[in-house]
């Protein structure tokens, strides 16, 4: 197996491929791509949720891209939701952009900007 050789190297995605099923937690300061079933919760920078992917647990980053299924709450800055998605549970976001088609059945609770 290889080392990690360089910093970039280590920023690397993580990658749940489809057909592929995790239990557990996710916790990186990347971004994690979801194509299979996670039933856990996870923390990261970004975090896609691709088509056919889908997330049992609470979330929390920065940026999300929901093209997928979401059963659990969200803490997001910046909201993506793209057609065909399905999320259930409670979606606190600073800004949120919604493509057609979406199949929300949440809450949606928008956060006020930092004031510094």
């Keep these: 197996m290889l080392a990690f050789t360089n910093a970039d190297e280590k920023k690397s995605p993580t ?3 489809a057909g592929c099923n995790l239990k557990g937690d996710i916790n990186t300061d990347h971004t994690v791509q ?3 079933t996670v039933k856990g919760n996870i923390v990261a920078e970004t975090l896609v949720i691709g088509r ?4 049992h647990g609470n979330i929390k980053a920065q ?3 929901l093209h997928g299924t979401l059963d659990g709450d969200a803490v997001i ?3 993506n939701v793209f057609a065909n ?3 259930s549970g409670t979606l606190s976001y600073k800004t949120l952009n919604i493509t057609c ?3 929300l059945e949440c809450k949606l609770s928008k956060r006020k900007e930092d004031t510094k």
């Design 15 to 17: 990658i749940i491929g």
């Design 34 to 36: 979801i194509h299979g």
């Design 52 to 55: 056919g992917g889908i997330v």
């Design 63 to 65: 940026t999300l891209f």
């Design 77 to 79: 800055n910046v909201a």
């Design 85 to 87: 998605a399905e999320m």
């Design 101 to 103: 088609n979406t199949g």
